[in-house]
């Protein structure tokens, strides 16, 4: 992705089976840099975190991947815009349940970007972010 470029974006339907769609926007957006594949392992937990925990998992529900440089042109910065929840990510460290496989995507997303973080917007829709070196 050539960083002079503006976000690019894509609404996605709010099923499991298609958070492989969000991993290939993502693989697609940033193919031949050096992260790439930590962004799609990242995107890969955050869109199947909306589908699972929000209302973009509901019937007819739906969220949006948005990719772009950081402000300050030293990364990429990946989007997901969900339609809310109750309850806002939080990174999950569980003792004694390090074989667990659920409630790890926030952890790997805390681990692996440079920065992340969320915004709940007004209509208590949710924006998750995380950051990437070039």
């Avoid at 031949?32 to 929000?54: C, I, K, Q, W, Y």
Wanted: charged share 25%.
């Amino acid at each position: 992705m050539d960083t002079s470029l503006r976000a690019i974006s894509t609404t996605i339907a709010g099923r499991p089976e298609r958070v492989a769609d969000a991993r290939e926007f993502v693989a697609d957006a940033l193919r031949g840099t050096s992260f790439v594949d930590d962004a799609v392992l990242m995107v890969s937990e955050v869109a199947a975190n909306a589908v699972r925990h929000t209302a973009s998992g509901c019937t007819g529900g739906s969220y949006t991947v948005i990719v772009g440089p950081t402000d300050d042109g030293a990364g990429f910065r990946v989007e997901v815009h969900d339609a809310g929840a109750a309850s806002v990510p939080c990174v999950r460290r569980a003792p004694g349940d390090a074989d667990g496989t659920n409630g790890r995507g926030v952890t790997i997303m805390d681990l692996l970007a440079t920065r992340w973080g969320f915004e709940r917007e007004a209509d208590q829709h949710t924006v998750v972010w995380f950051e990437v070196p070039r």
